[in-house]
């Protein structure tokens, strides 16, 4: 920390696990910083990983989430929870609005994440019961292996839809692709790419959710249906409203671009994790993290020595 009239090193806005890892490399680089977090990090959702390395039995979001505080705090980094509303460079400094106060760095790492696109029918108490339980997922990079062989229906269509129900069928041969509204926006050529695979096309409207013994059922446009498994294929919102307060370079969809780095078109601004264009995974995020906390670190190191 630094007193109120000297900019941080580095303010990281996000305490998902790349605000987190970033804030552990920074704090042990003995650099002043401060970690913002409004208290929605989309890691918080997993019931359990099985893929993030170094757990053979898997991990809890929430849990993994309290472990990476508490390696954080070990060297200094406490997470405030402070919404950010407003981001901007005046000369060679940042500016950071909060709901409670304004702060100024002279670096900033942006790890604001995505949140998922629910089906509008799905009801909160339904949607959060279902996830606990595996039977409504989210990401089958992450655990596409759990639903092996198993009824799994994946909502969605077009391109995006289609898409992820032939990756799925790399695990399950029982797969039924339902729209969410009404009719398919499927072309011929995705209708016979899945037929190829098996996979069934049902229209919609999805409606009536509910959790029945170890299932999730719910009304397409003909008939009431029972999943094991449903995967939202509805994309994503990014949170990179920030960046594009700033002015830095994104995708069309909003993904932030950066460098090799990265950092983004804004000098001295960095992004990492699921607002960066790329793989949205646990493993990409710390490692994206690792490498612009680095570079931070030496860009820092250019204006002003660190010495202890």
């Known amino acids: 920390m630094t007193d109120e009239n ?93 709901d409670s106060g304004t702060y100024t760095a002279r670096s900033v790492l942006l790890a604001t994440g995505v949140v998922n696109r629910r089906p509008a029918a799905l009801p909160d108490d339904v949607h959060d019961e279902a996830l606990a339980r595996g039977l409504l997922r989210y990401c089958p990079v992450c655990d596409g292996y759990e639903v092996t062989d198993k009824r799994v229906a994946v909502i969605g269509s077009g391109g995006h839809g289609s898409a ?19 009719e398919h926006d499927l072309d011929d050529g995705q209708r016979q790419t899945l037929r190829e695979a098996g996979i069934v096309v049902e229209d919609g409207p999805c409606g009536g959710f509910a959790i029945e013994g170890d299932t999730l059922v719910f009304d397409t446009g003909t008939r009431r249906m029972a999943f094991d498994s449903v995967y939202p294929a509805l994309g994503s919102h990014v949170r990179s409203e920030l960046i594009e307060l700033i002015g830095a370079d994104t995708t069309d969809d909003g993904c932030v671009l950066t460098d090799d780095h990265y950092e983004t078109s804004v000098s001295g601004l960095f992004a990492a994790g699921d607002v960066v264009k ?31």
């Open 164 to 182: 992820e129900a032939m990756f799925l069928r790399g695990f399950t041969r029982d797969l039924t692709l339902v729209c969410p509204k009404g």
């Open 278 to 308: 790329g793989l949205d995974q646990i493993s990409n995020a710390m490692g994206q993290a690792g490498v612009a906390a680095t570079t931070i670190r030496n860009h820092l190191a250019r204006g002003k020595p660190i010495w202890r």
């Open 6 to 98: 000297t900019p941080d090193d580095c303010i990281i806005i996000g305490a998902g696990p790349a605000g987190l890892t970033a804030a552990i490399y920074l704090a042990r680089y003995h650099l002043s910083i401060r970690l913002f977090d409004s208290g929605t990090s989309r890691a918080a959702w997993i019931p359990c990983t099985h893929n993030h390395a170094g757990y053979p039995d898997g991990i809890e979001g929430k849990e993994l989430l309290r472990r990476m505080r508490e390696q954080a705090r070990k060297y200094g980094a406490v997470r405030e929870e402070k919404l950010v509303n407003h981001l901007a460079k005046i000369d060679d400094h940042f500016v950071i609005g909060t």
